[in-house]
């Protein structure tokens, strides 16, 4: 009787387990459905839970992160060929989203997607081909994305592809240097397919002249577009920095028809002490001896809640510090490689190291001088409609400049670029005048901009200044009176001091065709106190168009009475007198 009691309860006990077992079971099939579902929903969520290794949680999403899932949605059942240009900083992950996650995401989800022939393509085949032997072993390894997709090893599995996975998607490298005219995947079920997105990471890596660049766009054009299928479009999302303006993806980004521009910045909103303590820490870093540049990090540490104020950056691993320590030792290379904004010498107004510099770098700008005739202030006010006159941080800056008259030089004393509301900005200018004694102050007077004369009047009045203020319509297009300073800069007229951070920065990102790859608020109140100057007789003969000697590239011949001998002269014909007293 004991004997058949046993097999009783050893029978009881294994149903116990197997409904036990079936309970786990399907309690991780939920979970797994469910992380599947969210996988779907977000592919970025994807590559954060499946790749642990390549992307980083605590490193946060960069900007193109975020607009991933709606590249991906356009995808999904369009019936017309979608072309996406995206130009993201250099070391933010772009290749490793794009032409890795992407792929391995759309493989993971076939059935959803609707996208089964997928090409990657680089500017060689070597290059794209490890591209898809990475998404290869990660389906082949990846425990993960096995205990969730289950194995999607194919028939056709080779090293460096191309793969076909068991839910049938086809990854295919192909690079510029192969022949690739009418390919396609011929399939049991499915018949001939035709690719129907393409990948295009970095199309010209080692394009370094003209002649390449435009062999790479003829063959983007003639090859690569004409592969789709007469019943199906070829997606394109090409990906890549705009380290020049010639540059493929740049141009699709901002030339193209068909394509849809998606550019980044590494940093979007510059810190508002741009020109106050970032202009300190800058004297601070070039006179630390430091290797490591421990006292300017130190400065930055003690100031960085101030530093760091209005500052917005695009991916929080690509820190703050280390973006304005790049912009500072090598300005040409940050605006390419972290702002893709290229600023090719065929396009940019103002060659490198051009611009007249006065003074040092870490000297106070000085006070009132009786040696300066005409000290004058101008101010082009914001015309952004959430910014500027509003206080708000987003829009245009509103750009104060004071400058006068030393013999045949118009010497900027303050160049200030503002987000203040009207009360504050009038206080800041009054402030100004007083500094400087100032003595006429003009204002772009264009819409509704004429408001600020009327609170500017009341506190130079309730401040007992006697301080004229003006109106001004500009009768020229902003391009025109950007360009035309041009030759007073590269003629020395114009000096701006060293600590005009960013001012500079405005200037020097000025282009040719009188456009900006950034704010132009700056220059814009620039011109107008250098044409007023100009205008009033007492700046008359500071430099003509024909006062150059060889132009651009050759020495300025302009005469420079400066210094009484004319000995002293910056890198690009510019004068740089080091110090307030060498006027």
């Not at 106050?276 to 960085?304: H, I, K, M, Q, T």
Request: with cysteine; glycine share 10%; net charge neutral.
């Amino acid at each position: 009787m004991s004997g058949e009691r046993e097999v009783v309860v050893s029978r009881l006990a294994a149903l116990g387990r197997d409904r036990l077992a079936a309970a786990v079971g399907s309690a991780e099939a939920i979970r797994a459905d469910g992380t599947r579902a969210s996988h779907i929903a977000d592919p970025a969520a994807f590559c954060f839970d499946v790749l642990p290794r390549h992307f980083d949680k605590s490193m946060g999403r960069a900007g193109f992160h975020e607009d991933l899932d709606e590249i991906v949605a356009s995808l999904s059942g369009a019936k017309d060929p979608v072309r996406v240009a995206l130009a993201a900083p250099r070391g933010e992950g772009k290749s490793t989203v794009l032409a890795f996650g992407l792929p391995l995401w759309i493989a993971c989800h076939a059935e959803k997607v609707g996208i089964r022939y997928i090409l990657l393509g680089r500017a060689h085949y070597g290059l794209a081909s490890r591209d898809v032997e990475a998404v290869r072993l990660e389906l082949e390894s990846n425990e993960r994305i096995r205990a969730l997709y289950g194995d999607l090893r194919g028939k056709v599995w080779h090293r460096g592809g191309p793969i076909e996975t068991s839910n049938g998607v086809r990854l295919e490298p192909i690079g510029m240097d192969q022949n690739i005219r009418g390919l396609r995947w011929t399939t049991p079920k499915r018949g001939s397919i035709r690719p129907e997105l393409l990948i295009l990471d970095d199309p010209d890596k080692d394009a370094t002249s003209a002649a390449l660049r435009m062999q790479i766009r003829t063959w983007l054009d003639r090859a690569i577009l004409g592969l789709a299928g007469p019943r199906k479009p070829l997606h394109v999302i090409a990906v890549g920095t705009a380290v020049d303006t010639d540059a493929l993806v740049y141009r699709l980004a901002t030339a193209s028809r068909g394509w849809r521009g998606m550019v980044y910045r590494a940093v979007e909103r510059f810190p508002d002490e741009l020109d106050g303590l970032w202009g300190e820490w800058a004297s601070v870093y070039d006179s630390d001896p430091s290797p490591s540049r421990s006292e300017a990090r130190a400065f930055y540490e003690r100031n960085r809640a101030r530093m760091d104020l209005g500052a917005e950056i695009q991916w929080e691993g690509d820190p703050l510090y280390g973006l304005m320590e790049y912009r500072h030792v090598a300005p040409t290379a940050f605006a390419a490689e972290k702002q893709n904004d290229p600023r090719d010498a065929s396009v940019i107004l103002l060659p490198p190291n051009s611009l007249g510099r006065w003074g040092q770098e870490g000297d106070p700008v000085p006070e009132a001088d009786p040696r300066l005739d005409e000290v004058r202030m101008t101010l082009d006010p914001s015309m952004g409609l959430t910014g500027g006159v509003s206080g708000s941080k987003a829009g245009d800056f509103q750009a104060v400049i004071v400058g006068g008259l030393r013999g045949r030089h118009l010497v900027v004393l303050a160049a200030e670029l503002l987000r203040l509301p009207i009360p504050d900005l009038c206080r800041r200018m009054v402030e100004l005048c007083v500094r400087h004694d100032v003595r006429s102050i003009r204002i772009e007077d264009v819409g509704f901009q004429s408001v600020l004369r009327i609170p500017l009047g009341d506190e130079l009045a309730a401040r007992r200044l006697p301080i004229p203020v003006t109106g001004f319509r500009p009768n020229a297009p902003k391009p025109t009176r950007l360009r035309a300073l041009e030759a007073p800069i590269l003629g020395g007229s114009i000096l701006i001091h060293r600590r005009h951070v960013a001012l500079a920065g405005q200037l020097e990102a000025l282009r040719r065709d009188g456009t900006s790859g950034d704010h132009d608020d700056g220059p814009d109140a620039l011109h107008m106190l250098w044409s007023w100057l100009c205008g009033s007789g007492r700046a008359e003969g500071i430099v003509a168009p024909d006062s150059y000697g060889a132009g651009r590239d050759g020495e300025v011949s302009v005469a420079r009475d400066i210094f009484g001998d004319g000995s002293r002269t910056g890198s690009g014909g510019g004068i740089h007198p080091s110090s307030w007293d060498e006027f």
